[in-house]
């Protein structure tokens, strides 16, 4: 049964530095709150694990909490590149950061194999790409039956995987609509995980329908986090700050504005959004 | 009505979208072309985004590939693992549309370093979903803007596969889907030679000289026996595209596309 805990509590009780951790969300639900909690904290050596770094992992690269990224996409959507990713990747700031790289496909199955269970993924993929040459966690199986070369990846199996839902129920039960991305993989693949959401209700309303719901006992903390999501989106609840992702690349691209922003916005902020929900 | 080199590859790359097409769509110029064919010569046009987005029909265009937009307005929205799992893998899908950093004389894409992989010159956003989009959709259409930095005789890095390093690379990895069949400029359209799957001009848009077009290619670049002119954008093209792109621009405070 998930407990009801504030933000500060649950990352104090469930992430350790060295975790391999991931904060998941596909463009949408993006667990920032979580991320800035993790920042101000002072975790470090993190391997983190997300299909889109995007900006939240822009920030916590940037800030010296990650030793390592396994991500597919590194790019602030519709804008260019993540400024904070690339310097660490190209000139080791703030500290060097170690890569694996895959693409979409690769993960969202290494997912899928962790929520399963498996070792490993097998899927017909990264035919003809270079990754497999650089990445020599990208391997091949031949299948029995037909004896078709298959690509296998391992599963993802993250310490700790934290995302953001619109909804939880006073036990705990979690809904998450609209686009749900990876979000019930990456929980399920997980040793741990934290959900925080935008409101706890008395009801989900979920009776009978075929919502993407996740079970209480699948959940280790809820915590309840309006705006938790901003600046990316909660369907239902705000619009994607689609101004503030283009702001972004101006913010990030200087070492000193970016440390700025993030001491204004991040280290002097209350975890404001970690009030209980209980 | 003018128009500018941006609007003629978009206007370009749309008209090669039919009614009958299911459409794995990038974010981009990818995507500001084929919702103008759905807005003009193909309505019933099924577009796919990878946020699990099936058949979705937005307004404005998105920022990013998730934008709530494209899940208000899908017939459903499915999970990622999914997406690539039934809808992509499965082979659901006719057309792929791809761009990059790079690409070379066979269509193959770069979108993940320039330089170096472990010491990059320019570490670019990666693969997402492309290097699996570009074997597992039957047909690939490139739309990409033409300068000698992004048609290079060799890539830095092969992140997605087209016709090979030589050409004939397909079939030797298993992979029995067409590849790259179209690459969209904007200077002119390309298309692969039938023998040796080397692109080569067979349109030039109008007032583009075969000059220009050697001058922005990084290889010797080849022309078909027979060049025609790309027919210039029309005025309902014109007007359905920058509909769309001042409704994009209103709703984003920033313009998406092109």
Known sequence: MADLLTLPEAVSSYVRSGHSVALEGFTHLIPFAAGHEIIRQGLTDLTLIRMTPDLIYDQMIGCGCAKKLVFSWGGNPGVGSLHRLREAVEKGWPRPLEIEEHSHSAMAHAYAAGAAGMPCAVFRGYRGSDLAKVNPRISSITCPFTGETLSAVPSLRPDISIVHAQKADRAGNVLVAGIVGVQKEAVLAAKRAIVTVEEIVDDLGTTGSNATVLPSWTVTAVVLAPGGARPSYAHGYYARDNAFYTAWDGISRDRDRFRQWIDANVMRVPSAAGRSGA | ?258
């Open chain 2, 1 to 258: 009505m003018t128009y500018t080199a941006a609007e003629m590859m978009t206007v370009a790359a749309a008209r090669a979208l039919t009614n009958t097409d299911i459409c794995f769509v990038g974010i981009g110029l990818p995507s500001a072309a084929c919702n103008l064919a759905r807005l003009t010569h193909a309505p019933r046009l099924t577009l796919v985004y990878e946020s699990g987005t099936l058949e979705t029909r937005p307004n404005v265009l998105p920022l990013s590939i998730g934008d709530g937009e494209l899940c208000e307005t899908a017939l459903t929205t499915v999970s990622v693992p999914e997406m690539f799992q039934y809808w992509l893998q499965g082979g659901r899908i006719t057309v792929g549309f791809l761009g990059g950093a790079q690409v070379d004389r066979f269509g193959n894409l770069n979108s993940t370093v320039v330089g170096d992989y472990r010491s990059p010159k320019v570490r670019l956003p990666g693969s997402g979903g492309a290097t699996e989009i570009a074997t597992a959709c039957q047909r690939i259409y490139i739309v990409m803007r033409h300068n000698p930095r992004a048609f290079v005789e060799r890539l830095s890095f092969q992140t997605s596969l087209g016709h090979g390093p030589t050409g004939r690379e397909r079939r030797a990895l298993g992979v029995t889907t067409e590849g790259p069949v179209l690459l969209v400029t904007d200077l002119c359209t390309m298309r692969p030679d039938e023998e040796t799957n080397e692109f080569q001009v067979v349109t030039l848009h109008p007032g583009v000289t075969d000059g220009q077009v050697r001058e922005n290619t990084g290889w010797p670049i080849r022309f078909a026996a027979r060049i025609d002119e790309t027919p210039a954008p029309t005025a309902e093209e014109l007007t359905a595209l920058r509909d769309l792109n001042e409704r994009t621009a209103r709703a984003h405070g920033v313009t998406a596309g092109e």
